[in-house]
């Protein structure tokens, strides 16, 4: 019921910026949670941030200060601001979202990799 498309992804030097983009179609009007999630290589996948529809927002201890996750409901649209990257940020970072009263996120996009070299 929802398409999840990431963006923004790239290579960048320790300490600098990237802004990713997660586009939704589809049923968009039944999300509710969207998340960023990641995953580098050989490592398990984890958690990253989280929007309500609300826009009440969930960090990852490991990217609080540094990353701002914003949705925008009317354009189907939530992003990642990453500043003050690292190379431990390196990553393919995935874009998620719940549909609404779900527990699970049941929609996910196929990834935009992030690699920041030190």
């Known amino acids: 019921q929802v398409h999840l498309v990431e963006s923004g992804g790239g290579l960048v030097q320790a300490g600098g910026s990237l802004r990713l983009s997660c586009v939704a179609s589809g049923r968009t009007g039944s999300t509710g949670t969207m998340a960023w999630f990641r995953q580098a290589p050989g490592k398990e996948r984890e958690f990253v941030a989280s929007v309500w529809s609300g826009g009440l927002t969930r960090y990852a201890d490991s990217v609080k200060g540094r990353f701002t996750i914003a949705r925008d409901n009317a354009k189907s649209t939530v992003s990642l601001q990453m500043t003050g990257l690292k190379p431990e940020d390196t990553a393919v970072y995935y874009c998620?979202?719940?549909?609404?009263?779900?527990?699970?996120?049941?929609?996910w996009g196929q990834g935009t990799q992030v690699t920041v070299s030190s």
């Open positions: 998620a979202a719940k549909v609404i009263a779900s527990s699970d996120y049941r929609y």
